[in-house]
């Protein structure tokens, strides 16, 4: 389905301090702005919007979806089976037509596509676009976010090429980190990769080795830069010097003796005191 984007004419971009300061939300407001700075019969496509702007698919179709209930923008669909999307400096009312309102709209005479990774839209994605929104697609745009798979989203980042990209998912396997959709991952992943960067040079089994010993003996908050600094430690060697706690003089290494000395009774634990005392 051809799909087109149409403004009025105002020369240049400018944005209304009404949009501004209106009650749509920030990430409806940065939409308008781009939608705005975009030509007559720009090529309109919810995926190309997406990678321009780093986010979902979904998320532009959300937003493009508020602005098309509060009335700055329109969708007609004419005869031709093309979509023309009308957007507004002021929002239309219900009762308002395009016909009263006699808007100006710029001709553009060359048309551009914005993106390296896309071109022109061919005839055959004109009329299989699905970018057509309807408050069905809303609800099943929703629903995909919902059914986000972390599991296959670690193999892939396990099967890349990128070295770090594994490494970062061992991490947060042995962290036990969830992430609830695709968005929250790739924000993430962008935190973790200068000191992923830094584990490189060293092989998966000692970076792993390093990141198992943490989790059982670290009485801190570790991360993934921490396993940086402990890369290079004789671990065995750690153990065995430094005490995991010690609880009246006696020392414990690992978690492992902790909870197995608790097992057998050695220990006890004050809730009130937050604190270990040994079972006399």
Known sequence: MKQKLKKEDIGFTQIKNDVLVSSLSLQAKGLY????????????SAERIAVECNTSRNTILKYLKELEDNGYLERKKL???????F??????SKNRTLDSEKPKYKKATV???HGAKFGPISNKELYTNKDYITNKDIVADA??????????????????????MAIIAGYWIVKGFKFENEEQTKSAIKRELRPAGDLKGYSFERIKETMLYLKENAN???TLETVGKFINEDLKELKKE???IVIEGVKFYTQEELQK????????????????YLNH
């Open 33 to 44: 702005c781009y939608l705005y700075s975009k030509p007559d019969n720009w090529n309109f």
């Open 79 to 85: 005869k031709t089976g093309r979509v023309d999307y």
């Open 87 to 92: 957007i507004y400096k002021k929002p239309k």
């Open 111 to 113: 048309q551009k596509s």
């Open 143 to 164: 629903t995909k976010e919902k059914k986000f798979d972390l599991k296959s989203y670690y193999e892939k980042m396990f099967s890349n090429k990128d070295k770090r």
């Open 220 to 222: 801190f908050k570790w």
């Open 242 to 244: 430094k005490p995991l």
């Open 261 to 276: 000395a608790e097992k057998n009774g050695k220990i006890i634990w004050n809730k009130l005191e937050k604190k270990w």
